[in-house]
Nanobody
Framework: EVQLVESGGGLVQAGGSLRLSCAVS????????IGWFRQVPGKERELVAS????????AYAGSVKGRFTISTDNAKNTMYLQMNGLRPEDTAVYYC???????????WGQGTQVTVSS
């Protein structure tokens, strides 16, 4: 069974940092495309960062490029989102997602709230 569990959200002042973690089970990163998304009330969920095919190519939303870094620790079966230079507009619920490359099926975590105060 595929499971993703996020942690690490919280309240931080503008300019601060947080590191989100997503503990995964039931699959290996090599078979999946993984990413972080975020959503605020009334808006669609948006892609923040992703790691694509084997080789570790990364992609970032323009609004977070240079501030956020996505990474994985295969030994710990965990993916991370390091967020630096946080801004109030980064406030959202953050979700990790894994997509099966062969089938396109998506699996989501439960989400973790990030709040950035001005």
């Amino acid at each position: 069974e595929v499971q993703l569990v996020e942690s690490g959200g919280g309240l931080v002042q503008a300019g601060g940092s947080l590191r989100l973690s997503c503990a995964v089970s039931g699959f290996t990163f090599d078979d999946y495309t993984i990413g972080w998304f975020r959503q605020v009330p009334g808006k669609e969920r948006e892609l923040v960062a992703s790691i694509g095919s084997t080789g570790g190519s990364t992609a970032y939303a323009g609004s977070v490029k240079g501030r956020f870094t996505i990474s994985t620790d295969n030994a710990k079966n965990t993916m991370y989102l390091q967020m630096n230079g946080l801004r109030p507009e980064d406030t959202a619920v953050y979700y990790c997602k894994a997509r099966v490359r062969a089938s396109g099926v998506d699996f989501w975590g439960q989400g973790t709230q990030v709040t950035v105060s001005s």
